[in-house]
């Protein structure tokens, strides 16, 4: 984060960390010359929960923009500009496009908000190709199909994985358990497809769990049709200190599952290769 803040600050930009669902900290952390509020809801890996209207009356009191990282749920799950939200950003090569076959992204937003945008994808380059941006449009006729088959195959694996004596916690904001739960339901129409899980064993258990899984990809993507699995402390939050991921609740025996759509049946017997090997 130190590094971010620091690269930032080149271009004149001075930013700060807050608790995602601390609105008394969003509130706080306020100053005159704030100009942007930014989020992910659900976040990753735990799946936490950003109170959408909250933050954009938060961000509208203070002359400021909200954006929201949609990534996890799409459009056809939660749709944060309804909820108050100027800017929305995706990860096309995730859940949009749905079968990894290309990288993109995609900012949604007000006429005027997008012009700077799209000066910017004109002047510096970083556009799809036309094939790549077909690829993706036929990758969205599906999406919300998809996304509620992702939707219910997490909630099954997240619910069998709460019965597992390795595991100490499971992160799923489709359980009633998670804190972020009752926030969800009113702001999404599912749960999305992503899910974590602690195990007790520590990094240890973490690694031997999926090196023994067979028919989930390890990787950092996810969004697939194809089931994939990650150890987040040394992947996708390896380049923060042990104080910070601490602090971001990211534990060593984390485990990051992006249920995909094969046979729920195939998925837990995967699993249970993996906790076979703990």
């Not at 993109?104 to 799209?118: I, L, N, R, W």
């Amino acid at each position: 984060m130190g590094l971010f803040q620091h690269y930032l600050a080149k271009f004149g930009v001075e930013i700060c960390f807050v608790p995602l669902t601390d609105l008394d900290a969003w509130r706080d952390a306020v100053i005159p010359g704030t100009r942007l509020l930014f989020c992910e809801s659900p976040s990753n890996p735990l799946g936490e929960v950003a109170d959408i209207e909250a933050l954009a009356e938060i961000a509208r009191a203070a002359g400021a923009k909200l954006i929201v990282d949609n990534c996890f749920c799409t459009p056809a799950l939660q749709t944060p500009l309804l909820l108050g939200a100027d800017i929305v950003i995706h990860s096309a090569t995730k859940y949009l496009d749905g079968q990894g076959r290309v990288l993109g992204g995609a900012a949604v937003g007000s006429t005027e908000d997008m012009m700077a945008v799209t000066s910017f994808v004109r002047t510096c380059g970083p556009a799809m190709s036309p094939f790549n941006a077909w690829v993706v449009l036929k990758g969205l006729e599906t999406l919300t199909l998809r996304m509620n088959a992702h939707s219910a195959n997490a909630t099954a694996l997240a619910q069998w994985l709460t019965r597992q004596d390795a595991v100490k916690a499971v992160h799923y904001v489709g359980l009633s358990s998670h804190n972020g739960h009752e926030l969800a339901t009113r702001q999404q129409s599912n749960f999305g497809g992503v899910l974590a899980f602690e195990l007790t064993g520590g990094r240890d258990a973490a690694w031997r769990f999926i090196n023994a899984t067979e028919l989930m990809s390890l990787t950092a993507n996810l969004g697939d049709v194809k089931t994939t699995v990650v150890h987040p402390a040394t992947t996708t939050h390896g380049r923060l200190s042990a104080e910070q991921r601490e602090q971001a609740g990211i534990g060593e025996g984390l485990v990051r599952i992006a249920v995909g759509l094969e046979h729920i049946d195939d998925i837990l017997k995967d699993c249970e290769r993996g906790f076979a090997a703990i």
